[in-house]
């Protein structure tokens, strides 16, 4: 492989792996329960968007209003490339793609939405409900 080319994809591959480093974004500590992933209220107590991890991707979750939350798996429909959390919604760092707040695509070159998971709350959990 031709130096140039090597710097490409190192480069390519070193974006996708880049974290989400905003400071309204905080990585949560959720307990998994078979189809559903628990997090303390209380990490969305100063951040709009948590994020937890889930298999080899993470799934942003996005306090909308009080009681009402929005979760996404952060895997790009594109080329799966991971994707990190950013103002207004979500940002896949390889090509550029953009997601709001619920996942729904908003710049391409990605044409589907990012995968949706329901989420319940009460007064001291959010509960994120996996696919059976
Ligand atoms: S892999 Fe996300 S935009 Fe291409």
Known sequence: MKRRA??????LASACLLPACKSTVQHANA??????IVIDRTAFNTNSTVTVGYGKYAIGVVKLEANNFAA???????KGCAVAPAENGFVCPRHGARFDHLGQVIKGPAEQDLT??????DQQFVIIHLPA
């Open 72 to 78: 996404s798996l952060l895997s790009c429909p594109h």
């Open 6 to 11: 090597f710097l490409k994809s190192a480069c």
């Open 116 to 121: 949706s998971f329901d989420t319940s709350s």
């Open 31 to 36: 307990v998994v329960e078979n189809d559903k």
